[in-house]
T-cell receptor, first 114, second 112 residues
Framework: AQSVSQHNHHVILSEAASLELGCNYS??????LFWYVQYPGQHLQLLLK??????LVKGIKGFEAEFIKSKFSFNLRKPSVQWSDTAEYFC????????????FGKGTMLLVSP | SQTIHQWPATLVQPVGSPLSLECTVE??????LYWYRQAAGRGLQLLFY??????ISSEVPQNLSASRPQDRQFILSSKKLLLSDSGFYLC???????????FGDGTRLSIL
């Protein structure tokens, strides 16, 4: 069975600081990888996804993530965070073929102070 | 465009009472549908998923059940709620092939 590990439960940054949220998964086969974001009081929404091709994927709002297959990692990055990035971030993975159920990490709560 | 609706947004129920949470999807046909429970610091736990009418798969044993009476309707139920059923419940659709899942706004369930 697949599992997802997010290293930090809480991260506090000042505006303009750089962000990197760690995500590691365990699954031996082909995977699809996702980062979801949940802003305060809002529903979960997709930030970015990786299926195949270029391992560096760019998402909305200046976020990007890099898939490193040898490390089973899919870390989320942003060069300069804003106060509006305060949210909870979830990494998720599913098996790469056919029908999919997502396995989520436990989430990382990011607080950006102005 | 596709939309997903969940209701109610908030629900307070006494222990031992029944439960029915409804989720409907518009703008797509034969979607995969999912029920998750989200707990602080524990991420999202998949409870049930459905690939078609009347087809329900349960991921974890629990006090809850799910039904799919129509193509775009997914219902989460319980005959007798327990305190441990409190939580935030999310419905989602999609996830076919390599497509992402799309989530509803969730239902905050409090059991007293």
């Amino acid at each position: 069975a697949q599992s997802v590990s997010q290293h930090n439960h809480h991260v506090i940054l000042s505006e303009a600081a750089s962000l990197e949220l760690g995500c590691n998964y365990s699954y031996g086969g082909t995977v699809n990888l996702f980062w979801y974001v949940q802003y305060p009081g809002q529903h979960l929404q997709l930030l970015l996804k990786y299926f195949s091709g270029d391992p560096l994927v760019k998402g909305i709002k200046g976020f990007e993530a890099e898939f490193i297959k040898s490390k089973f990692s899919f870390n989320l990055r942003k060069p300069s965070v804003q106060w509006s990035d305060t949210a909870e971030y979830f990494c998720a993975v599913n098996a790469g073929s056919g029908y999919s159920t997502l396995t989520f990490g436990k989430g990382t709560m990011l607080l950006v102070s102005p | 465009s596709q939309t997903i609706h969940q209701w109610p947004a908030t629900l307070v129920q006494p222990v031992g009472s029944p439960l029915s949470l409804e989720c409907t999807v518009e703008g797509t046909s034969n979607p995969n549908l999912y029920w998750y429970r989200q707990a602080a610091g524990r991420g999202l736990q998949l409870l049930f998923y459905s690939v078609g009418i009347g087809q329900i798969s349960s991921e974890v044993p629990q006090n809850l059940s799910a039904s799919r009476p129509q193509d775009r309707q997914f219902i989460l139920s319980s005959k007798k709620l327990l305190l441990s059923d409190s939580g935030f419940y999310l419905c989602a659709w999609g996830g076919t092939g390599n497509q992402p899942q799309h989530f509803g706004d969730g239902t905050r369930l409090s059991i007293l």
